[in-house]
Structure formats: C-alpha cells, structure tokens
C-alpha cells in the first residue's frame, strides 16, 4: 500500500448524535513517521474522532483519510495496517492473555514472536493466565503488546497507559520510541502530560470538537509566558508597567518573579541587566500550562 505524506488526514470533521454536536469541523492532520499527541477534556471529541479514524463511527460531514483511504469505506482493509490500544481494555474473559494478544496481533498484520517475548519480558505480563482474572493494569499491558508486536504502521493510542504504574509508562514510552525510529506513525491521546511532553513531535489540542491549536511543542510554548525570577544589584523599577510582564510579585527590592511574553523578552532584559543582574532563572511553559490555558480559563 502506497502511503501518502500526511498519514491521517481530518478537515472539517463533524458528528452529530441527534441533535447534539460531538464535532464541529475538527482539523487534524499526522504526518507520515511522528509522534503527534492529540489532547482534550473529556467530553471534547477525542475518541469520537478516534472512532472515526478507526470506522466504527461514520462521520456526519467533513473529510477524513487514514492511509490514504475511507476508513468507514475500507475499514478492513485499513486495519490491516492499523494497531489499536484504547483506555479501557474488555476482551474475551475466556481466553488467556496470550491467546487475546495472538488474535490482535493478526488482525492487525501479523505478529512479529520474538518482539512478543521481548514485550512480555519488558511488561512483566504472564500470558498464562485468563483474561478476566487480569487486574486494570495488565489489561492495559495486553493491548499494548499486542499492538507493539505487530507489524502495523499506524499506531492509534487512546489514553493507553491508563492504569499503569510509572515503571510501566517508562517501558511503554520505549516502545513509542522504537516504533517511530523504525518510520511508523502515532497518534497518542493521553491525559499525561509528561509523557506528551516526552514523546511527541507535534500537538493538536481539542475542545468541544474543534481544533484549538496544533503545532510543535516549541511553536506552542511561544503563545504562553515564561516564568522569570531575578535578583539585581540595584533596586527594581515596577516591571509591571512593561507590555507583556503578567503577575508580578517582589520578594523585595531587588528580587521578584513574574511572567513574561516572548515578544517583551528583550525590552525587560535590557532594563534588567541596567540594573546589574545577580542571579536569574527562567522557566519554559510546561504543556500542561498551556493545557490549562485553554480548559480552565475563566469563561472557556
């Protein structure tokens, strides 16, 4: 299968259950061998969107591509491609958990053993035993090798830690790690903060189904404040009068912290360093600060 550039392709996505809107003309465009974190509220469109992409759900306007092709339209032939991991894994309770992992493994393009017996080892999963008796965490641990031992090329993650202590994380962010140095792509929707921070390439922030933002993490980190303290040798003028200095608090006369816009970095150095600077410290926005931008904001 010939793959286009942009992997999963979504323009102006929209999905009503009745008269309720669960996306209004979502954008989202992944391209072929990154990472790309997908991030939102509950309720915000995720794993409507998710769904979509995956043909369970047919779209109500709007375009969507996965691979090129309609995933409502050419779902089988898609997934053949596709490895799925969802936040809340229910399977066949009958069954072991090695059994459940072969049967995903070869729907979605066969499994590769001896990355099987490298993943097992890795998240410490005995696949001897009956699904049913597996607890949150090592439902969680089957899908995710599944889908690791597979040969997909698409990787479809929504919120797949969930449940996972962090030794477990750290094992899964390997596995991200591996799957993008060997060209696959990955649409990672989580709630972890640091671990979008951590393994993602670019970002597309939803609410309400819509698209709030997108972008790298550097190109997004520029629309928020860096957090600055300082300490000088002579007295602080009122920083707060500069365009682009947001909560300013003074320690004392020579110290305070404050915000800072990207676009006021320079003005505010310069005035500081007249001023015969001691000791600064400036902190980049966090993606969880930019996060909370959007969805605790007052009147969002």
């Known amino acids: 299968m010939k793959q286009p550039q942009n992997i999963i392709e979504v323009t102006n996505l929209h999905k009503k259950f009745g008269t309720f809107s669960a996306l209004d003309g979502l954008d989202l465009s992944v391209v072929k061998g990154e990472v790309h974190g997908f991030l939102g509220p509950n309720g915000s469109g995720k ?20 691979l090129g092709q309609n995933p409502w339209d050419d779902a089988v032939k898609i997934h053949k491609d ?14 072991t958990g090695g059994e459940v992992i072969d049967i995903l493994g070869e ?49 479809i993650l929504d919120e797949p830690t969930s449940g996972l202590d962090p030794l477990m994380e750290a094992a899964f962010q ?30 597309t922030i939803i609410k309400d189904g819509k698209t709030v933002e997108t972008g790298t993490l550097s190109e997004l980190q520029h629309l928020h404040h860096s ?35 990207s676009a006021a970095f320079d003005e505010v150095m310069k005035k500081l360093s007249n001023l015969g600077i001691t000791k600064l410290t400036s902190h980049p926005p966090a993606l969880e600060e930019l996060f909370l931008r959007h969805y605790q904001a007052e009147g969002k």
């Open 47 to 66: 794993s409507t969107t998710i769904r979509i992409l995956l043909g369970l759900l047919k779209k109500s306007e709007g375009n969507v591509t996965v």
């Open 82 to 95: 596709i490895a799925y991991v969802p936040g809340d894994v229910e399977l066949w309770p009958q069954l």
């Open 107 to 155: 729907l979605n393009g066969g499994l590769n053993e001896a990355k099987r017996k490298i993943l097992l080892e890795r998240f410490q999963l005995d696949p001897r035993k009956k699904f049913r008796t597996y607890s949150k965490g090592n439902r969680q641990k089957v899908a995710i090798v599944a889908a690791f031992s597979s040969n997909a090329e698409v990787y």
């Open 174 to 203: 390997t596995c991200v790690e591996e799957v993008k140095e060997d060209g696959k792509t990955v649409l990672l929707s989580s709630h972890i903060l640091a671990e979008v921070e951590a393994l993602c390439d670019r970002v």
């Open 227 to 261: 957090a600055i303290t300082v300490q000088t040798k002579k007295q602080l003028p009122d920083l707060g009068k500069i365009k682009g200095v947001h909560n300013l608090k003074l320690i004392d006369k020579n110290s305070a912290t404050f915000e800072l816009e």
